[in-house]
């Protein structure tokens, strides 16, 4: 599932430029196109995530998939939905990552300290 929503991104991204400057130069039917492989990757990286809640790299990728549709979006109160909710993802998952790094370096702490005894 991970590896559809990382897939799915990377296409679209090619299609819309670093920082969706393409988007205004792609027809409808590209477009289409572009929505569908969102649709998918957002679907598979969502199916990621209700397996492994705490499963940062998918809330990452999911994060990058809802900045593609705002470079998509055509209204710009939607656009700035989409924005709020991948800046929502990526606070979530640098969060996510924190605590994990924390959690292991304290597993390895502590596995030093039993093996010193």
Same mark, same amino acid.
């Given at each position: 599932?991970?590896?559809?929503?990382?897939?799915?991104?990377?296409?679209?991204?090619?299609?819309?430029?670093?920082?969706?400057?393409?988007?205004?130069?792609?027809?409808?039917?590209?477009?289409?196109?572009?929505?569908?492989?969102?649709?998918?990757?957002?679907?598979?990286?969502?199916?990621?995530?209700?397996?492994?809640?705490?499963?940062?790299?998918?809330?990452?990728? +999911?994060? @990058?998939?809802?900045? %593609?549709?705002?470079?998509?979006? $055509? *209204? /710009? &109160? #939607?656009?700035? =939905?989409?924005?709020?909710?991948?800046?929502? +993802?990526? @606070?979530?998952?640098? %969060?996510?990552?924190?605590?994990? $790094? *924390? /959690? &292991? #370096?304290?597993? =390895?702490?502590?596995?030093?300290?039993?093996?010193?005894?």
């Amino acid at each position: 599932l991970y590896g559809i929503g990382t897939i799915n991104w990377q296409l679209v991204h090619e299609e819309t430029g670093l920082n969706g400057e393409n988007v205004a130069n792609l027809d409808g039917e590209t477009k289409l196109r572009i929505g569908e492989l969102l649709d998918s990757g957002v679907e598979a990286l969502q199916q990621a995530l209700q397996m492994n809640p705490n499963y940062s790299d998918a809330m990452q990728y +999911l994060n @990058l998939l809802y900045r %593609e549709r705002a470079y998509l979006a $055509t *209204e /710009e &109160e #939607e656009k700035l =939905r989409w924005q709020k909710e991948a800046d929502k +993802l990526a @606070l979530q998952a640098l %969060e996510l990552k924190r605590q994990q $790094t *924390e /959690e &292991e #370096e304290r597993r =390895r702490h502590s596995f030093g300290a039993e093996t010193k005894k």
